[in-house]
């Protein structure tokens, strides 16, 4: 019972300090980083719309497995089984949901419409903490980069260097 309650402390705790955790969804290759928020006992996520995160792999009444990072160092701190359910728009939960996700929203393109935009559009889910606490892994377990259009593999600007150089001299 202690070990149980000192499991979900770390849970609770490691989850409300960092704002990015890594999802990995019942059949996904690799698992996802998202930002989250700590709501009630749950991860509570919003994505799938359009400007939002992607949530593959994380249906209504599905598993996934979340891993917590320090929000310092960027080392893993806990590892967790999570129950996944989706949370119907404009119910009472969802609003409450909503009310902690907007607040935690960097660089919304809509602002104000953005609560309607996901009402409409996107997805609201939280993963509830369901089982023990994983292991600590022996190896690093590195994986490459989910591929995304967010990332660039240009050379360096010729002229950026020079640029760096003069904004050090000043």
Not at 21 to 43: F, I, K, Q, S
Not at 82 to 104: D, I, M, Q, T
């Amino acid at each position: 019972m202690t070990s149980e309650l000192l499991d979900r402390s770390l849970i609770e705790e490691a989850s409300k300090k960092s704002g990015l955790l890594w999802v990995r969804g019942a059949g996904a290759p690799a698992a996802r980083a998202l930002w989250h928020v700590w709501h009630e006992g749950a991860v509570c996520l919003v994505g799938d719309g359009p400007g939002e995160q992607p949530l593959p792999a994380l249906m209504d009444g599905g598993v996934a497995e979340v891993t917590v990072r320090s929000k310092d160092k960027g080392g893993r701190l806990v590892s967790f089984p999570v129950a996944v359910s989706e949370l119907v728009s404009g119910s009472p939960e969802w609003e409450a949901v909503v009310a902690e996700l907007k607040g935690k929203r960097l660089n919304a393109p809509d602002g104000e419409g953005m609560l309607g935009r996901w009402s409409r559009e996107c997805r609201v889910l939280r993963l509830v903490p369901d089982g023990d606490v994983a292991p600590m892994p022996s190896g690093s377990l590195t994986e490459p980069p989910l591929p995304s259009p967010a990332t660039t593999r240009r050379p360096v600007p010729a002229g950026l260097p020079k640029l760096l150089a003069k904004r050090r001299r000043k």
